[in-house]
């Protein structure tokens, strides 16, 4: 029989190949259930034996420590800017410069510059010791509690790795979940964000690691620095990090020439738009490690490495006009509609201006000519105007004071971009895309009825808000545009059936701004009905755990409406459940009621997420922050010191895990 110690180990192993299959060789090679049970197992393992901590097990990536401000290192190898070139004439300047320095043949490894946040990782004996950002190159910011939650981050190295060395490389977020990212955002009528590179920088400086692991961000690695690396050129250093583990992009090339660097630009410049992350050049690097070192650095960068940065695609276009468009929360957008032209092979005829200030800044007016640029953006952006093109007798821009569709006065209101549209139930905008939203596939699902049947109905008068969609009829659906009598059938059976669709789902539905899903499942578990959400004070619904002031604002201010309140009980008379039902109450009791707890580190037999789950499902309150009022504290390994001190200035008791647990045996 295994030890405990092998066992932990050997399950440590195992769920680290399956990592490295599956977020750096995209190759997955076990289920995500079989996956989720051996973490689970090494879980409880971990938790019985608390001797065997490791700080990097693989339980460790899901995150949970809060960073208040992050502590700042300096870096033992300073992080250098690269010089950028544009054209052959500077490679080959490059190229004349180094001759001259070092002897000898010279040759160069391209690799692609990846356009994201850089980070120097340290290792010692294998394992991951620290993260640091660039900062200003001589001193960054610690971040390894968030750097950890990245899957493609080793933690334990494997193969021949030296004793002790930095690697560098670049944090991405790639296009798929950054368009997953604000997907959900604009569900929950927030701004998306504009573009990965921003984003993946932003997302290593929040404070909570759980929250950073659920961003999809990947980590690509191109230096190794060190003493006694064992290796001599740059592109076998790349193949060894490769072997310890690390997410090493295979585009990286040799070239014995300037024409074969040029070769290898020419071809990612075009391809490079197949790649599934941002890249915004190539690096060329002097291949030999030796030479490297004869050439040394200037005060800002390496003489053995230069960035050739891609052209970003650009053409100009005259600007047309200038329209308003309304979104389903009242956001105003304007939209350059342009002269159609090509660009980076798509025809581009508009592109979004943002608000307010971005066409003051630029100043940009109808009938200009336009720069238009397509990168790293989703959304083709204005970057400016041939103000030699401009006629005398242009005008500048004055932006709306009215909403295009309801003429109501624009507000906007400090501190936010955007204009805003307040008339929320007499817009048709903002009726249709309401009521779009509440049928659509994650909130009520109604099958049978699209969002240009919804826009009709309106328009034809037949519904002003989406409680009025179970008072519809089939013989006033069926003379619609495109209906026939089965159609009609099928949308009057299909909102028939969402009354069966469960309570936090409507509350979704309702579309509350910022009352996402996770948001409208967090109320719906904590007040278990509309009723009381609808009397709940600002107060109150602050302290339910991770509800901020902006949502307990916006939730406060809907039910204040009586128009509001009006539909809503409208669609209780029609049987839409707005109540949790029996079966979803089934496993709650009340042994915590009345307690308000607070949960604070990391834990071993069960994630912070079920704890919490847990406390809810038995009548207690999970509060994100120590007060008089709180009962107790569920306290986990690393519990973060200002935290223990507030605890003890209010005398509140910390309960371990296995105690919480036992109370509600
Ligand atoms: P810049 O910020 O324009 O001065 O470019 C330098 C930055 O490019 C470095 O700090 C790295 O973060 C980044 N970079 C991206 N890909 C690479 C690569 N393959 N080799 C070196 N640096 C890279
Ligand atoms: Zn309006």
Redesign the pocket.
């Known amino acids: 029989m295994n030890t405990v110690k092998e066992q932990i180990e050997a399950l440590r192993n195992e769920l680290r190949l399956h990592n490295y299959n599956y977020y750096v060789l995209d190759n997955a090679r076990i289920s995500d259930y079989d996956f989720d049970f051996r973490l689970k197992t090494l879980q409880d393992l971990e938790a019985k034996h608390p001797e065997f901590f490791d700080a990097n097990s693989p339980t460790q990536r899901v995150g949970g420590e809060i960073t208040k401000n992050f502590e700042t290192l300096v870096h033992e190898h300073r992080?250098?800017?690269?010089?950028?070139s544009y054209s052959k004439e500077d490679l080959e300047d490059w190229e004349t410069r180094i001759k001259k320095l070092v002897d000898g043949d010279v040759n160069y490894t391209c690799?692609?510059?990846?356009?994201?946040?850089?980070?120097s990782l340290t290792y010692e004996n294998g394992k991951l010791l620290k993260a640091v950002t660039?900062g200003d190159?001589l001193q960054g910011d610690n971040i390894t509690a968030n750097i950890k939650t990245i899957k493609s981050v080793p933690l334990q190295l494997k193969g021949d790795y030296p004793p002790k060395f930095d690697i560098?490389?670049?944090i991405v977020l790639p296009f798929d979940g950054f368009n997953k990212m604000n997907e959900e955002r604009i569900e929950i009528g927030e701004e998306p964000y504009r573009n990965p590179r921003n984003t993946a920088s932003g997302s290593l400086k929040l404070q909570d690691s759980a929250e950073v692991a659920k961003r999809p961000l990947e980590c690509?690695l191109?230096?190794l620095t060190g003493n006694t690396l064992g290796v001599k050129t740059q592109f076998e250093s790349l193949d060894k990090a490769r072997q310890w583990g690390f997410k090493v992009p295979e585009a990286?090339k040799l070239a014995n020439s300037i024409d074969e660097v040029l070769e290898f630009v020419n071809y990612w410049d075009v391809r490079r738009h197949d790649l599934p992350y941002e890249?915004?050049?190539?690096?060329i690097?002097v291949n030999n490690l030796q030479q490297q070192e004869e050439l040394g650095y200037t005060a800002k960068?390496p003489r053995w490495?230069i960035?050739y940065?891609f052209k970003a695609e650009q053409v100009s276009t005259r600007l047309n006009t200038i329209t308003y468009q309304v979104g389903r929360t009242g956001a105003i957008t304007p939209v350059a509609n342009l002269e159609p032209v090509e660009l980076a092979g798509t025809t581009v005829k508009r592109a979004s201006l943002h608000n307010a200030d971005q066409i003051e800044k630029l100043d940009i007016r109808e009938g200009d000519e336009v720069y238009v640029e397509k990168g790293g953006e989703i959304i083709p952006k204005i970057l400016g105007v041939d103000l030699s093109k401009r006629s005398a007798n242009s005008e500048p821009t004055i932006y709306i004071t009215q909403c295009p569709e309801c003429e109501t006065q624009l507000v906007r209101q400090e501190g936010e971009a955007q204009h805003y549209c307040l008339n929320y139930n007499g817009c048709n905008p903002q009726i249709i895309g309401r009521i779009q939203h509440f049928i659509s596939r994650k909130a009520m699902d109604i099958d049978g009825l699209g969002g240009e049947t919804v826009a009709l109905l309106v328009n034809e008068g037949l519904i002003t808000n989406y409680s009025d969609l179970y008072e519809l009829t089939k013989e006033q659906v069926v003379p619609l545009e495109r209906m026939a009598e089965k159609s009609a059938e099928n949308l009057i059976n299909g909102i028939k059936q969402s009354k069966n669709i469960p309570f936090e789902r409507v509350l979704y539905a309702l579309g509350i701004r910022y009352v996402g899903e996770t948001v409208a499942k967090k109320l719906a578990k904590h007040y278990k009905g509309i009723d009381a959400i609808a009397v709940a004070s600002h107060e109150e619904l602050e302290n339910v755990d991770e509800i901020g002031v902006k949502i307990a604002e916006s939730v406060t201010a809907f039910f204040e409406s009586e128009e509001n309140v009006a539909i809503v009980n409208r669609l209780k008379d029609f049987g839409v459940q707005l109540e949790m039902s029996e079966e979803q109450l089934v496993g709650q009791t009340d042994k915590l009621k009345g307690d308000i707890i607070v949960v604070s580190g990391v834990f071993h037999s069960v994630t912070r997420n079920v704890l919490k789950k847990l406390i809810e499902d038995n009548g207690g309150k999970v509060s994100s922050s120590i007060s008089s009022k709180t009962s107790y504290i569920v306290a986990g390994d690393n519990m973060g010191p200002s935290k223990k001190q507030k605890a003890e200035k209010l005398q509140i008791a910390l309960i371990s895990e296995s105690e919480f647990l036992q109370k509600i045996k």
């Open positions: 992080m250098y800017s690269l010089d950028n690799e692609l510059k990846y356009d994201g946040a850089s980070i660039r190159g560098r490389g670049e690509l191109y230096n990286a890249t915004d050049g190539v690096v690097k960068a490495a960035a940065k």
